[in-house]
């Protein structure tokens, strides 16, 4: 499945988590924007007015996409404790002392760079990819990413000529996708 070109029409947002779900969906941003606040709950100004969609939870994602119809077929997740805290040679924790934190990473562990991601998982899909918390999509060779252009582009171009930023970050978590049966 293709992506589909986000349709930002009245009331909708440009941030990450929405033009995600508007980019595997193909639903309007104002539906999108819709299925967050009813993810999340009814939650208004002080004047009464809707919070807009702006940041967004995994969480968030995750209730907006299935009251959109779509399911979770298969999912990752960085380990925990990418780096976990240990007592100097002395045996000691930092309490201000003067001693250091030491940090160390699991035996093993390796981060997924979102460039390898790109290159292992690219043709399959759709992808919700969670890179540094930063939302993309990602599906049969194409990459949208709302940071930097808005629009879905071949993955060949983006891992050539888009931003290092959120190219070379670490991938937190990823989703399949596929439509729920109704």
Known sequence: ??????NRNSGSSRYCGPT????????????VRDAVRQARGDIRDAAGAHMPVMGMSNKDLLAAMEILGWAVAEQWEAPDQKLKLVPDPNGKWHAGDG???????????KPLLFSDFL????????YIVNVTGHYMAVS???????YENQLPRDIEKYLTTGKRKY???????WWKFERAEQ
């Open 140 to 146: 049969a060779g194409e990459v949208c990413d709302a």
């Open 1 to 6: 499945m293709t992506l589909h070109t986000p």
């Open 119 to 126: 290159r292992s998982h690219g043709a399959g899909g759709p």
């Open 167 to 173: 190219r070379n970050s670490w991938v937190w978590k």
């Open 99 to 109: 001693t250091r934190k030491s940090f160390r990473r699991p035996p093993g562990f």
């Open 20 to 31: 995600a779900i508007m980019t595997v969906t193909g639903r309007l941003g104002s539906e």
